[in-house]
């Protein structure tokens, strides 16, 4: 089976630089997955992550080690407008190509 | 690219109706689609994956009968939610993707109330 761990909330100080970390187990890895979700809304695509090494987009990166079951999501420059729950999901061709998902980890951005 | 819109955003019914939402890929066809639902403070639960020109695929636990799907076209999914009762209440969300290996893109949700 499948198991994605998160953690459930972190809190960071405006301007900092933030690490959301992600362990997962499964059978048939085919890609990690970050998205954004805001209270009341729908999660939006963040990151993408298929081989080891770091993907980096402007204020957000993403790190995955296959060998480790691990990924993280790092924000710098952190705004006020990035306080929302962020979700690791993973992608598994054993299971049809679907999104497995964490629970999310409700990140509070203070000034 | 890769925009999925979905109607209505809200609805509001009384028990016992049935409700149709529905889930389009705007600038890409989509041979798969996916259905979520999501209650307060819990994340994405899958519910099923639509499948164009065949039969859905539920999630174990999820009644096949309560929750319709047709996935008639390559940009149209919709979810069915047949005899909605109080505890149906929740925010439906879909996605798609352009492809098996690119990554799902969400509809904006819409959130149903059954009084």
């Known amino acids: 089976g499948q198991n994605i761990d998160q953690p459930t909330e972190m809190t960071a100080t405006e301007g900092a630089i933030v690490q959301i970390n992600c362990t997962y187990q499964?059978?048939?890895?085919?890609?990690l997955f970050w998205y954004q979700q805001h209270a009341g809304e729908a999660p939006t695509f963040l990151s993408y992550n298929v081989l080891d090494g770091l993907e980096e987009k402007g204020r957000f990166s993403s790190f995955l080690s296959r060998s480790k079951g691990y990924s993280y999501l790092l924000l710098k420059e952190l705004q006020m407008k990035d306080s929302a729950s962020y979700l690791c999901a993973v992608r598994d061709y054993n299971q049809g190509g679907k999104l497995i998902f964490g629970q999310g980890t409700e990140l509070s951005v203070k000034p | 690219g890769a925009v999925v819109s979905q109607h209505p955003s809200w609805v509001i019914c009384k028990s016992g109706t049935s409700v149709k939402i529905e889930c389009r890929s705007l600038?890409?066809?989509?041979?798969?689609m996916f259905w979520y639902r999501q209650f307060p403070k819990q994340s994405l639960m899958l519910m099923a994956t639509?499948?164009?020109?065949?039969?859905?695929?539920?999630e174990q636990g999820v009644e096949k009968d309560k929750f319709l799907i047709n996935h008639a076209s390559l940009t149209l999914s919709t979810l069915t939610v047949t005899s909605a009762h109080p505890e149906d209440s929740s925010f439906y969300i879909c996605?798609?993707?352009?492809?098996?290996?690119?990554?799902?893109?969400f509809g904006d949700g819409t959130r149903l109330s059954i009084l």
């Open positions: 639509s499948n164009e020109g065949s039969k859905a695929t539920y």
């Open positions: 600038d890409f066809q989509a041979t798969t």
């Open positions: 499964t059978s048939g890895f085919n890609g």
């Open positions: 996605s798609a993707g352009q492809g098996a290996e690119q990554p799902q893109h």
